[in-house]
């Protein structure tokens, strides 16, 4: 299973990583992952004008889209679209952050999974 890890480096600067989640064969009931030990999870809806400038995580977090994809733009410059459905490990919880805004103009919901 592949998602996206964003971070920060050791000048501020955020980044993408693409990272591959193994799962194991585990025949009826499909294939699963190793055990990741979180804190607490949170759901949360934004509206549909949501276009946030730089911030950083306020911490390490999984994040699922549930309805509705984003942009994020990392400290750089770079730029990549996410799509419902899409997993994002957000690690930047330093530096100078990313900005996150919506694809469609459209109340969008998510979940956090606290590390």
Known sequence: M????????ENGESH???IEISLINQE??????????VKKLQFRKVSA???????HAPQKQYIVLLDGGVEIETSLG??????TGGILL?????GKGHKTKNLEKKERTSLFIHL
Do not use: A, P
Not at 49 to 55: A, G, L, R, T
Not at 90 to 94: G, R, T
């Open 2 to 9: 592949k998602i996206t890890r964003i971070f920060s480096d």
């Open 28 to 37: 009826e009931i499909g294939f699963l992952s190793d055990d990741i030990s």
């Open 90 to 94: 957000v690690e930047d919880i330093s």
């Open 78 to 83: 770079e730029i990549r679209q996410f799509q």
């Open 16 to 18: 993408f990583e693409d």
């Open 49 to 55: 004008d949501y276009d946030y400038d730089f911030h």
